[in-house]
């Protein structure tokens, strides 16, 4: 069964700063798909950013991108300027065939203004 | 983007009662909706996939008779917890797929149940 694991359970960054989340992840397949999802306080889940693993670029989204290794199995978060908004819960997530998401543990992240 | 609204927001109820949670696409038609269990300060357990006009297919270790889930119309999934205990108290979320590509999901708000 595919596993996805997030190492740190909490992260802290100062408001303007860069700061880069964790996460790994199992799987015996070779496509598939790597997600990184917030959930704030409001608890609604969002999405941040895709990655397709055949997709050598990684992806990113204004802000927020990832830096995919496949062969290492590890797809971490780089969130740059980081502002306020940005507190919340982050969860890895994989989802292959089924489209079945398998969530890490997650990552709280503060901003320290 | 698509909206996916969950409903009750926030559900107390005794013991032994059940409790129907609904999950709703807005502007979408949504042949698959999945539902997830949260507890406090954990991640997202996927307890059940929900197919229009079939049985839901439940994750292992998930009670079928307990957490009853029907998925009627294009629009609407519902999962019923069955004479509800306190350890059925949950953040219960749901979430339907939209379009073809895979992680095409949206997130309903989520539903607090806390049974005394």
């Known amino acids: 069964a595919q596993t996805v694991t997030q190492s740190q359970p909490e992260m802290s960054v100062q408001e303007a700063e860069t700061v880069t989340l964790s996460c790994t992840y199992d799987?015996?397949?070779?496509?598939?798909?790597l997600f990184w999802y917030k959930q704030p306080p409001s608890r609604q889940m969002i999405l941040v950013i895709r990655?397709?693993?055949?997709?050598?670029q990684n992806a990113t989204e204004n802000r927020f991108s990832v830096n995919f290794q496949k062969a290492a199995k590890s797809f971490s978060l780089k969130i740059s300027d980081s502002q306020l908004g940005d507190a919340a819960m982050y969860f890895c997530?994989?989802?292959?065939?089924?489209?079945?998401?398998?969530f890490g543990q997650g990552t709280r992240l503060t901003i320290n203004p | 983007g698509a909206v996916v609204s969950q409903h009750p927001s926030w559900v107390i109820c005794k013991s032994g009662t059940s409790v129907k949670i609904e999950c709703r696409s807005l502007?979408?038609?949504?042949?698959?909706m999945f539902w997830y269990r949260q507890f406090p300060k954990q991640s997202l357990m996927l307890m059940a996939t929900?197919?229009?006009?079939?049985?839901?297919?439940?994750e292992q270790g998930v009670e079928k008779d307990k957490f009853l889930i029907n998925h009627a119309s294009l629009t609407l999934s519902t999962l019923t917890v069955t004479s509800a205990h306190p350890e059925d108290s949950s953040f219960y979320i749901c979430?339907?797929?939209?379009?073809?590509?895979?992680?095409?999901?949206?997130f309903g708000e989520g539903s607090r149940l806390t049974v005394l």
């Open positions: 502007d979408f038609q949504a042949t698959t």
């Open positions: 799987t015996s397949e070779s496509d598939y798909y």
């Open positions: 997530a994989y989802c292959q065939g089924a489209q079945k998401l398998v």
């Open positions: 929900s197919n229009e006009g079939s049985k839901a297919t439940y």
């Open positions: 990655q397709e693993a055949y997709k050598q």
């Open positions: 979430s339907a797929r939209h379009g073809a590509a895979p992680g095409e999901l949206f």
